[in-house]
């Protein structure tokens, strides 16, 4: 049976999130970029980066751990700590405080809907899972680093710092700031919902769903999860979706995958029916 | 095909483009960008440095301060030195490292300095030189050099 979903007009954003996005972006992004002066750094690079440490060098799994994750220690203690929110209160860093995926979505807002690129065809978690392994074991298994690469974490912070700091343009204008900015602009300003790039490339963020994935199995952590009973299977919830988490089935009931969902909870507010819900189960 | 078959198809095709397009950018290595590292290290032998074989060359270095001193120039005649330091808007009470026309003030021991170096596209090569700016002595000097390139360099 088809479901009839009618055609969506601007997605919604509640104003916590638009508050909590602009905090993560004036802590973490130049000018002022609090958190990383606190810690010695400018930019999310350096201690501040919450991804190099996962990759597994050459030499083994366990090899050059410890000075890997003292030289990101931010970066390491900060995904640690998402890590512990997402597995007891859904992914709040990816979808209320990340300042990457966050000034992403606030830029494409700006963009024409016709203009943006939909990824929603994609089976995502399938794409994201098997590029993560291959971010974290590339280097193990003999087939590359990938590295700081098309980083959305360098390419974000250089851009808010670039009117200001000449560094900052000489590696956006290189090659691989140019192609590092044509990933960001295609995956994260011109997408359709701002977060291609957090749902299909980011390692911090294919981390997190995995833990809210399997924690969403236990009914006492608080996830957005919704009632098959309650759904009437208007399709609201899935228009307002970034991150194409939500779709309909087969009975035109709402179906959730936990892996993708970032707890923005903006289906919550959409559903008119209850059948959405942030909380236990 | 039903419906379950072709599902599942989907999945494998993005399982397998997801690997190739990581794979993909993991070798992936684009010209007139290259990153190394050198040790500021008294008394060590001279670096080198090869960079691309022709046009301009942005040279991303990590100088780690190994040197003992907090005040630490990096120097290159015809060649433009750049930095993301400093912070834009400085917290109070906070050292920052200050970074102005290529000295860097404030080094804490043991830090990585990001320096951009850019050559232009007629330049075959350079020297450069990392200065104790406290008393004007050259800690370390690096060739740069116009040749094939093989990837991250550490000096």
Same mark, same amino acid.
């Given at each position: 049976?088809?479901?009839?979903?009618?055609?969506?007009?601007?997605?919604?954003?509640?104003?916590?999130?638009?508050?909590?996005?602009?905090?993560?972006?004036?802590?973490?992004?130049?000018?002022?970029?609090?958190?990383?002066?606190?810690?010695?750094?400018?930019?999310?690079?350096?201690?501040?980066?919450?991804?190099?440490?996962?990759?597994?060098?050459?030499?083994?799994?366990?090899?050059?751990?410890?000075?890997?994750?003292?030289?990101?220690?931010?970066?390491?203690?900060?995904?640690?700590?998402?890590?512990?929110?997402?597995?007891?209160?859904?992914?709040?860093?990816?979808?209320?405080?990340?300042?990457?995926?966050?000034?992403?979505?606030?830029?494409?807002?700006?963009?024409?809907?016709?203009?943006?690129?939909?990824?929603?065809?994609?089976?995502?978690?399938?794409?994201?899972?098997?590029?993560?392994?291959?971010?974290?074991?590339?280097?193990?298994?003999?087939?590359?680093?990938?590295?700081?690469?098309?980083?959305?974490?360098?390419?974000?912070?250089?851009?808010?710092?670039?009117?200001?700091?000449?560094?900052?343009?000489?590696?956006?204008?290189?090659?691989?700031?140019?192609?590092?900015?044509?990933?960001?602009?295609?995956?994260?300003?011109?997408?359709?919902?701002?977060?291609?790039?957090?749902?299909?490339?980011?390692?911090?963020?294919?981390?997190?769903?995995?833990?809210?994935?399997?924690?969403?199995?236990?009914?006492?952590?608080?996830?957005?999860?919704?009632?098959?009973?309650?759904?009437?299977?208007?399709?609201?919830?899935?228009?307002?979706?970034?991150?194409?988490?939500?779709?309909?089935?087969?009975?035109?009931?709402?179906?959730?995958?936990?892996?993708?969902?970032?707890?923005?909870?903006?289906?919550?507010?959409?559903?008119?029916?209850?059948?959405?819900?942030?909380?236990?189960? | 095909?039903?419906?379950?078959?072709?599902?599942?198809?989907?999945?494998?095709?993005?399982?397998?483009?997801?690997?190739?397009?990581?794979?993909?950018?993991?070798?992936?290595?684009?010209?007139?960008?290259?990153?190394?590292?050198?040790?500021?290290?008294?008394?060590?032998?001279? *670096?080198?440095?090869?960079?691309?074989?022709?046009?301009?060359?942005?040279?991303?270095?990590?100088?780690?301060?190994?040197?003992?001193?907090?005040?630490?120039?990096?120097?290159?005649?015809?060649?433009?030195?750049?930095?993301?330091?400093?912070?834009?808007?400085?917290?109070?009470?906070?050292?920052?490292?200050?970074?102005?026309?290529?000295?860097?003030? *404030?080094?804490?021991?043991?830090?990585?300095?990001?320096?951009?170096?850019?050559?232009?596209?007629?330049?075959?090569?350079?020297?450069?030189?990392?200065?104790?700016?406290?008393?004007?002595?050259?800690?370390?000097?690096?060739?740069?050099?116009?040749?094939?390139?093989?990837?991250?360099?550490?000096?």
């Amino acid at each position: 049976m088809a479901c009839a979903i009618t055609e969506r007009t601007e997605r919604p954003f509640s104003s916590l999130r638009r508050w909590t996005i602009a905090a993560g972006m004036v802590l973490f992004l130049s000018p002022l970029a609090l958190v990383p002066q606190l810690v010695g750094e400018v930019n999310m690079c350096g201690a501040v980066c919450p991804r190099l440490f996962m990759i597994i060098p050459s030499s083994g799994v366990l090899a050059g751990l410890r000075d890997k994750v003292a030289a990101e220690w931010f970066g390491a203690s900060l995904v640690a700590v998402s890590l512990l929110v997402t597995f007891f209160l859904g992914r709040l860093w990816c979808g209320h405080l990340c300042p990457i995926g966050g000034a992403s979505e606030y830029v494409s807002r700006l963009v024409p809907r016709r203009l943006r690129i939909s990824f929603a065809f994609l089976a995502a978690p399938w794409f994201r899972y098997a590029y993560f392994a291959v971010f974290v074991a590339g280097v193990w298994l003999g087939i590359g680093a990938i590295g700081c690469k098309l980083c959305n974490y360098r390419i974000i912070p250089f851009l808010a710092g670039a009117p200001f700091v000449p560094g900052y343009r000489t590696y956006l204008l290189s090659s691989v700031g140019l192609a590092g900015l044509m990933t960001v602009v295609l995956t994260g300003f011109l997408a359709d919902g701002g977060r291609a790039y957090c749902s299909l490339l980011c390692p911090v963020g294919a981390l997190d769903g995995i833990v809210n994935a399997l924690s969403a199995k236990l009914g006492w952590t608080a996830k957005t999860r919704t009632d098959p009973e309650l759904c009437v299977g208007c399709g609201e919830c899935v228009k307002a979706c970034m991150v194409s988490a939500l779709e309909l089935d087969d009975e035109c009931k709402s179906r959730r995958d936990q892996s993708s969902c970032m707890s923005c909870k903006e289906c919550v507010k959409v559903c008119a029916h209850g059948a959405i819900r942030y909380g236990r189960s | 095909m039903s419906d379950q078959t072709r599902a599942w198809l989907l999945r494998l095709v993005c399982a397998a483009v997801g690997s190739a397009a990581a794979s993909g950018f993991a070798r992936m290595s684009l010209p007139g960008y290259l990153h190394g590292s050198v040790q500021a290290v008294r008394g060590a032998e001279p *670096a080198t440095l090869t960079v691309g074989e022709s046009g301009r060359q942005v040279l991303a270095l990590s100088i780690v301060n190994a040197a003992g001193t907090r005040d630490l120039s990096v120097r290159m005649d015809g060649a433009r030195v750049t930095s993301w330091l400093p912070a834009v808007v400085r917290l109070p009470g906070l050292a920052g490292i200050g970074f102005e026309e290529g000295r860097f003030k *404030a080094v804490p021991p043991g830090k990585k300095l990001p320096v951009y170096v850019v050559l232009a596209a007629d330049q075959a090569r350079a020297r450069l030189e990392l200065v104790d700016a406290s008393d004007g002595s050259v800690i370390r000097s690096a060739q740069i050099a116009r040749g094939k390139v093989h990837g991250l360099r550490h000096h």
